[in-house]
């Protein structure tokens, strides 16, 4: 069982940065794949950006060179750097664990936070 708490999120202009942080309980935290998805009103959820227990990343197409996602797996923290922020990015923020053992896979999710960009 793994519990996720995020921080960071708030108002902020567009063109502006924010950081997101996801605080994860549990003492296998290095081996769960994070992500941070988002969802915007009347929207689905999307994945926004992923890091494996490896370090490998990706980011969605409207993200990439804008956003940068990292983890410490000495403090159980995972983060997203969110650079030239745009009104498209207006959403709430999910942290996401996901734990996958052959073809089964079990995820967590935290609470949110809510990112506005706005002028």
């Known amino acids: 069982q793994v519990q996720l708490v995020e921080s960071g999120g708030g108002l902020v202009h567009p063109g502006g940065s924010l950081r997101l942080s996801c605080a994860a309980s549990?003492?296998?935290?290095?081996?769960?794949?994070m992500n941070w998805y988002r969802q915007a009103p009347g929207k689905q959820r999307e994945l926004v950006a992923g890091?494996?227990?490896?370090?490998?990343?990706n980011y969605a197409d409207s993200v990439k060179g804008r956003f940068t996602i990292s983890r410490d797996n000495a403090k159980n923290m995972v983060y997203l750097q969110m650079n030239s922020l745009k009104p498209e990015d207006t959403a709430v923020y999910y942290c996401?664990?996901?734990?996958?053992?052959?073809?089964?896979?079990?995820?967590?999710w935290g609470q949110g936070t809510q990112v506005t960009v706005s002028s």
């Open positions: 890091i494996t227990n490896s370090g490998s990343t």
């Open positions: 996401n664990a996901r734990f996958t053992w052959g073809t089964a896979s079990s995820d967590y």
């Open positions: 549990g003492s296998l935290f290095s081996l769960y794949a």
